[in-house]
């Protein structure tokens, strides 16, 4: 059903209303964030290029040069972090792209 959230790695995300919740916490997410964000999941645990990840939440090639998509990963990850209480599910590959793989969390 559309309506209902998806959940993965500790995240529930709705779509339809533009917000994720991570342990309880509403993480309210721009349109693009959201893109990226499915675009990552969709390819957990693997890299994903910064070429595709454009390609995928843009819908057109990424320009040389266009660091938009290392803006969008970055507020992207500082959101879902802070949530979290700096539980880390973004990864950066330097010079190659992100990786969707949500660290588990610690125990007190």
């Known amino acids: 059903m559309l309506d209902e959230p998806l959940r993965v790695a500790g995240l529930e995300i ?7 919740r991570v342990a309880g916490r509403t993480v309210v997410l721009s ?3 959201l893109e990226v964000l499915k675009a990552l999941i969709e390819r957990s645990g693997r890299l ?3 070429e595709e990840l ?3 939440a843009w819908g057109r090639m990424l320009r040389p040069g ?3 998509v290392d803006v969008y990963v970055y507020r992207l990850r500082t959101k879902l972090s802070n949530a ?7 990864h ?3 010079g190659l792209g992100y990786r969707f793989e949500p ?3 610690l125990d007190d």
């Open 31 to 33: 349109q693009r964030e």
């Open 48 to 50: 994903v290029r910064r």
């Open 84 to 90: 979290a209480g700096g539980r880390a599910f973004i």
């Open 66 to 68: 266009d660091r938009s």
């Open 92 to 94: 950066t590959h330097h």
């Open 14 to 20: 709705h779509p339809q209303d533009g917000l994720v």
């Open 54 to 56: 454009y390609e995928l």
């Open 103 to 105: 660290e588990q969390p």
